[in-house]
């Protein structure tokens, strides 16, 4: 027999991809998880195998929110159909941030060509690989926070600056979003330090997903973020508002035994004539005393320049 032939050397090759890779059987229960797959996901495949699909481990999400095992499933849907399927979805990673990825899903079938399993590859798709590179720069240069690997306040004040130079110079607009973490005190007091910091790592990452690379994400205070929207008219404020917020519910965070939730509520300002830092900043911080809880996107668009949600 030769060597190619032997199942050892072929599982260690498919073990051994960048990719993630990995197989179930036609009730869902997962055999194979490949290092790849670790990889993408933080999860090993102690914690992985011999679980089933529909305990939901990756939250899978379609770009509207989480959704669970279903008809709209791409492995649900291979295994009813017993074709391969497509699609471009997102992950949560164990550390609770969503992953971007092409995930693509073929049958397995029997000699007689009964389906008897699903075999499912995926790879991250990178588009800010540009903005990752000028943020390793900036690291080295201290202006980075450590705990967010976002910019610090000091660097996201002085970005603020020039935006509004450039806006009083060439009537550029941009708008600026304040992203403030609910219930900081109580994650702090119920789970600690880490745990706390833990989250504020999870909406940093999810913000990074959430946005163009030219606009600009920093961190403004210890539970607060601020976003500039970059040449972002009133409307592009609140288009953004709506898909930001379906960005968040596919972020959480498991510590130890219990899954916390991460919830945001956020202000808006876009930027008029005869601003200034402090008055900009103002109506953003203002919008934001004023969020109430589950708030509409609808509801909270219909505040003209500014507004407040929660997502």
């Not at 599982?11 to 194979?32: E, M, P, T, W, Y």
């Not at 903005?131 to 976002?150: F, P, V, Y």
């Not at 609140?238 to 960005?247: D, V, Y």
Request: proline share 3%; glycine share 8%; net charge neutral.
């Amino acid at each position: 027999m030769s060597d190619f032939q032997d199942p050892a050397i072929l599982h260690a090759v498919l073990d051994s991809l960048q990719i993630g890779v990995s197989v179930a059987d036609r009730n869902g229960k997962i055999l194979f998880w490949n290092q790849g797959a670790e990889r993408l996901t933080g999860h090993k495949q102690h914690e992985v195998v011999g679980r089933s699909c529909r305990d939901n481990i990756l939250v899978h999400c379609n770009g509207q929110g989480c959704v669970g095992c279903g008809a709209t499933c791409p492995l649900a849907r291979t295994m009813h159909e017993g074709k391969p399927n497509e699609a471009k979805m997102q992950l949560r990673h164990k550390e609770g941030h969503p992953v971007h990825v092409l995930m693509r899903v073929a049958p397995i079938r029997d000699e007689r060509g009964s389906v008897i399993g699903i075999a499912e590859s995926f790879d991250e798709q990178k588009f800010a690989s540009d903005r990752d590179r000028n943020q390793q720069t900036l690291s080295a240069h201290g202006c980075m926070d450590e705990t967010t690997g976002i910019p610090n306040q000091e660097f996201t004040q002085f970005h603020l600056n020039e935006n509004l130079a450039s806006f009083v110079r060439y009537h550029l607009p941009f708008g600026i979003l304040a992203i403030q973490v609910d219930r900081m005190e109580h994650f702090r007091a119920a789970y600690g330090r880490q745990a706390a910091a833990a989250i504020l790592r999870v909406v940093a990452q999810t913000m990074k997903s959430a946005f163009r690379p030219a606009d600009f994400v920093g961190r403004w205070a210890d539970d607060q973020f601020l976003v500039i929207l970059v040449n972002c008219s009133n409307q592009g404020v609140k288009q953004t508002w709506e898909r930001i917020r379906n960005m968040v519910t596919c972020a959480g965070l498991r510590w130890w035994s219990d899954e916390l939730s991460v919830t945001t509520s956020v202000g808006f300002a876009t930027v008029q004539e005869g601003d200034t830092i402090d008055s900009l900043l103002s109506r953003s911080q203002s919008s934001l005393q004023r969020s109430e809880p589950k708030k509409t996107a609808a509801a909270a668009g219909s505040q003209g320049s500014q507004g407040s949600s929660e997502i």
